[in-house]
Nanobody, 120 residues
Framework: VQLVESGGGLVQPGGSLRVSCTAS????????MGWYRQAPGKQRELVAV???????NYADSVKGRFTISRDNALNTVYLQMDSLKPEDTAVYYC???????????????WGQGTQVTVSS
């Protein structure tokens, strides 16, 4: 089972960017998918999460600017980032809690990370 991210890059302040993450492998079900980020010298922090039922949570710092969505048929989660600020610069990591079998209680998986840089 693996998570593969795409869509990071360089964007000017006020701009938009969308990152995506697709889960592949022997997947029975996906409980929750989300995005974390880690800036240099800082701890990794939760950005947004979306659960199997569709409920979402966002970090206060991104509320109203970022939108998380999910395509269950494609095992893919998206993070639409609008009104980007320099302080959003970080490596963004995809996270998923997935079950590989019916008796599996669910385990955490991480992507390799994608760099998002907001700078003029």
């Amino acid at each position: 089972v693996q998570l593969v991210e795409s869509g990071g890059g360089l964007v000017q302040p006020g701009g938009s960017l969308r990152v995506s993450c697709t889960a592949s492998g022997s997947i029975f079900s996906i409980n929750a998918m989300g995005w974390y980020r880690q800036a240099p010298g800082k701890q990794r922090e939760l950005v947004a999460v979306i659960r199997s039922g569709g409920s979402t949570n966002y970090a206060d710092s991104v509320k109203g600017r970022f939108t998380i969505s999910r395509d269950n048929a494609l095992n893919t989660v998206y993070l639409q980032m609008d009104s980007l600020k320099p302080e959003d610069t970080a490596v963004y990591y995809c996270h998923a809690n997935m079950r590989t079998a019916a008796w599996d209680r669910g385990y955490d998986y991480w992507g390799q990370g994608t760099q998002v840089t907001v700078s003029s």
